[in-house]
């Protein structure tokens, strides 16, 4: 095995720089947290502040999908109630097999 054979190995063997970015860029973020953290810790005004604005956002957030939730339901209901008769019936069951399937699954993953 020559020099450059050694080395090509020894290359090889070595992160490439992508990882030396990412960890640097951790370690960046780590110490921007700290900073961060240790900044609230010393100002409970704003740490209160921040929480309480987390907190609304949060709660904005789920009355956002509430709505979407809400008004999904009532295209569905639309979209049903405008549908031929014959057509519906069908409709209705393979909506309920395909929610029932979907229903069982989600349960056999949580438990």
């Given amino acids: 095995m020559d020099i450059n054979e050694i080395l090509a190995t020894i290359e090889k063997s070595l992160p490439d720089e992508a990882l030396f970015a990412e960890v640097l860029r951790d370690l ?3 110490e921007m947290k ?3 953290k240790d900044k609230l810790e010393k100002n409970p005004e704003i740490k209160k502040e921040l929480r309480e604005a987390i907190l609304d ?3 904005a957030k789920l009355m956002e999908i509430t709505a979407a ?3 999904s339901k009532a295209v ?3 979209g049903i109630i405008s549908m ?3 057509i519906r019936e069908e409709v209705l069951r393979s909506m309920i097999s395909t ?3 979907e229903i069982s699954e989600a349960i056999d993953r949580t438990l």
């Fill in 99 to 101: 929610f029932q399937k």
């Fill in 69 to 71: 939730t809400k008004f």
């Fill in 28 to 30: 960046v973020k780590d």
């Fill in 34 to 36: 700290s900073y961060l």
């Fill in 76 to 78: 569905a209901k639309l």
């Fill in 84 to 86: 031929p008769s014959e």
């Fill in 57 to 59: 956002y949060s709660q």
